[in-house]
């Protein structure tokens, strides 16, 4: 029992940042392995990143490149990704998601997910 809502996206032209919020309730919120995926129009859900409950292991697609970080802070509850350097292929809806039964990378594997927080970035 779970509720994630995610925030924090919006327009950005290429080459900004933004950082994205999820806020998790319901649970003790620090026992969850947590991740960041998205998704675009037509294109399968991409996972992005994982943290674990602790926030002592991280996790990176080899496609970020080295532009987005994952961070957590369990006394707040919220999840973070920060996103720099954006480019117009990132345009996607961002989620957030907890508790993965197997693989961290797959979204089937995923118990709880966040509504999606759209982030566009114009050229």
């Known amino acids: 029992q779970v509720q994630l809502v995610e925030s924090g996206g919006g327009l950005v032209q290429a080459g900004g940042s933004l950082r994205l919020s999820c806020a998790a309730s319901?649970?003790?919120?620090?026992?969850?392995?947590m991740a960041w995926f998205r998704q675009a129009p037509g294109k399968e859900r991409e996972f992005l990143a994982f943290?674990?409950?602790?926030?002592?292991?991280?996790y990176y697609a080899d496609s970020m490149k080295g532009r987005f970080t994952i961070s957590r802070d369990n006394a707040k509850n919220t999840m973070y990704l920060q996103m720099n350097s954006l480019k117009p292929e990132d345009t996607a809806v961002y989620c957030c998601?907890?508790?993965?039964?197997?693989?961290?990378?797959?979204?089937?594997?995923?118990?709880?997910w966040g509504q999606g927080t759209q982030v566009t970035v114009s050229s």
């Open positions: 998601a907890a508790d993965p039964r197997g693989s961290f990378t797959s979204p089937r594997e995923y118990n709880y």
């Open positions: 319901g649970r003790t919120f620090s026992s969850y392995n």
């Open positions: 943290i674990r409950w602790d926030g002592g292991n991280r």
